[in-house]
């Protein structure tokens, strides 16, 4: 400012004004999830799990070069094209589940970010949760069983035979609504209620006996059914084989009369 006697005033900013027109980034995607807050069991996006029906959710990398991030709008559902809106913002990189998934449901955490401009990105799926906590149903009772895995002559269930001591097994019926099927755990012994467990899974339907089973004895064919998202289903038997190849004893002794009257 200059006065009349030619005085000038040291320089002063009236007004600092800044322009961003640039919509900040997005957070990168996948971001991370866990079963809870406790952080102890990770979650894998767009994958069936069954651990937990109230997860939590961090993620990062959202930038903004320019006025810098204000914060993130967020939706949370069943829609893979659910809309966060351009309303209430959270400033902090993370969100817990508050109200707990109905199992059998796909949900999706989405976001925009605002920045300090009041730029909006587009909309992101940070991550695809998928819930089933149902047990999947086990295969029909009884299975089929043949002499070998030629299939050339049937064996029935819970009935002694004598034909073949390294039976061959099929199976069908299993099902999962949800997740689907992913296999099966075996047992293959003597005891009625023997105990398939919950390990390694086979992927097939059908069961081949290697080793011959011994004379006079019954086996049991039981399994579990276990599904996509790590649920399983109760041991059931699917067929008693029954296997007797002794010949019998033919008499040894015969009395005779004149007549029944003895």
Request: hydrophobic fraction near 25%.
């Amino acid at each position: 400012t200059k006065d009349n006697a030619g005085n000038w005033s040291e320089p002063s900013t009236l007004f600092t004004f800044k322009y961003d027109s640039t919509s900040p980034a997005n957070p990168g995607t996948p971001c991370t999830g866990w079963a809870d807050n406790s952080k102890q069991a990770t979650l894998t996006t767009d994958t069936w799990q069954n651990l937990d029906a109230s997860p939590y959710f961090e993620w990062s990398n959202a930038a903004d070069s320019g006025s810098g991030l204000s914060g993130y709008s967020v939706y949370w559902g069943t829609s893979p094209a659910g809309e966060p809106g351009t309303g209430t913002i959270q400033t902090g990189s993370s969100y817990t589940v508050s109200t707990q998934v109905p199992s059998d449901s796909t949900y999706y955490l989405r976001v925009r970010t605002k920045d300090n401009a009041g730029n909006w990105s587009s909309a992101v799926t940070l991550f695809t949760l998928k819930y089933d906590s149902t047990s999947p149903t086990n295969p029909n009772t009884p299975c089929k069983a043949w002499t070998d895995n030629g299939r050339t002559t049937a064996i029935s269930n819970d009935t002694w035979q004598s034909t073949d001591a390294t039976p061959y097994f099929e199976w069908i019926g299993a099902g999962d609504t949800v997740s689907g099927v992913a296999g099966y755990t075996v047992y293959w012994g003597t005891l009625l209620a023997g105990e398939p467990g919950t390990g390694a899974i086979q992927t097939s339907s059908s069961y081949t006996i290697t080793q011959p089973v011994a004379t006079l004895t019954t086996y049991y064919l039981r399994l579990r059914t276990r599904d996509m998202a790590n649920n399983w289903s109760t041991a059931t038997t699917l067929f008693i084989f029954k296997y007797d190849p002794t010949l019998p004893t033919n008499p040894t002794n015969c009395s005779a009369w004149t007549d029944s009257a003895k």
